[in-house]
């Protein structure tokens, strides 16, 4: 093992059972926080509780095993943990762990429902092989964030990323600077965006939530920075890129009160984008109307 988020105390035996759990839970809301700024591949070793001996060595006393191991979507293969991805975790982490919070009983709090969800199901879905339940949780975290509705999802998600400025998210792409290695020199078509993806992936989701077979070309291989890919694999891209961002830009902007349930995520809609549920339909065909009467098709 070269590289783990290590959280040490000091007790009088060498295992305190209360401690070892306080521990446990910090260690994987930290964990938490670090997959949404920068997902990777993970070992099969979770948690290694242990000792430290008087001589400075770790001495491990077991290891709880992960999930069977399920590949991540095929920009985040090249992924590894930078140092500003640390300093990020640095920024987030104390927001972040306040979803946590739990009453004198030990109890988690009520509190931050819709923030705290999105997470839970974004990280489940990469221990799930099959497509389709990965894709069905990470539709759920969307619109744990943004609300349920092929237009009122849409448009929050525009006008988050592109700052208000729904064109300018439209036009955001789902490769961030660093995603993609030097190596590679990406196709122009290849660079996809949220206003090519979003689409897509509600018609992939309506089929899926009612029972219907999802169109063979959505298996079909699409234009990728590394070359190609499979179309549903892209979509993955897609959806994890949304939920990450959405989640840490909360954290940095200083939004967490504002999801701490349905309705005030709600009211923040209102407030922050004038995007209440009756607007976000007409808001969505202005911005079709602009670009000439409709979305671009992959």
Not at 30 to 45: N, W
Not at 125 to 153: F, M, N, P, Q, V
């Amino acid at each position: 093992m070269k590289y783990a988020i290590v959280h040490r105390y000091s007790s009088p035996a060498e295992r305190e059972p209360d401690l070892d759990e306080a521990s446990t839970k910090l260690v994987n809301v930290t964990v938490a926080c670090l997959s949404l700024i920068r997902p990777t591949r993970r070992s099969r070793a979770m948690n290694v509780p242990g000792f430290i001996g008087p001589d400075g060595t770790f001495n491990p006393h077991g290891f709880t095993a992960a999930p069977e191991f399920v590949e991540v979507p095929e920009v985040q293969k090249l992924f590894t943990v930078r140092a500003k991805d640390i300093e990020l975790l640095k920024e987030v982490l104390p927001e972040f762990a306040q979803l946590y919070q739990c009453d004198k009983g030990g109890k988690m709090k009520d509190d931050y429902e819709p923030l705290r969800m999105a997470v839970q199901l974004y990280e489940q879905a990469y221990s799930l092989s099959a497509w389709k339940a990965r894709h069905i949780l990470w539709w759920s975290a969307i619109e744990a964030l943004y609300g349920d509705g092929e237009d009122i999802t849409p448009a929050r998600i525009y006008a988050l990323f592109g700052n208000k400025k729904m064109i300018d998210g439209f036009n955001t792409t789902i490769y961030e600077k660093g995603d993609i290695p030097s190596c590679y020199n990406p196709q122009p078509d290849s660079i996809h965006t949220l206003g090519k993806m979003v689409p897509v992936i509600y018609e992939v989701r309506n089929a899926s939530a009612h029972g219907l077979k999802v169109p063979d070309s959505h298996f079909s291989t699409v234009a990728h920075p590394f070359g190609q890919t499979v179309g549903i694999d892209a979509l993955a891209e897609a959806a994890t890129f949304i939920i990450r961002k959405t989640v840490i830009e909360i954290l940095k902007r200083g939004w967490k009160d504002k999801f701490k349930d349905r309705s005030a995520r709600e009211n923040f809609w209102l407030m922050e984008f004038g995007l209440p549920k009756g607007q976000c339909k007409k808001r969505l065909k202005e911005l079709k109307d602009s670009l000439g009467g409709g979305s671009p098709k992959p």
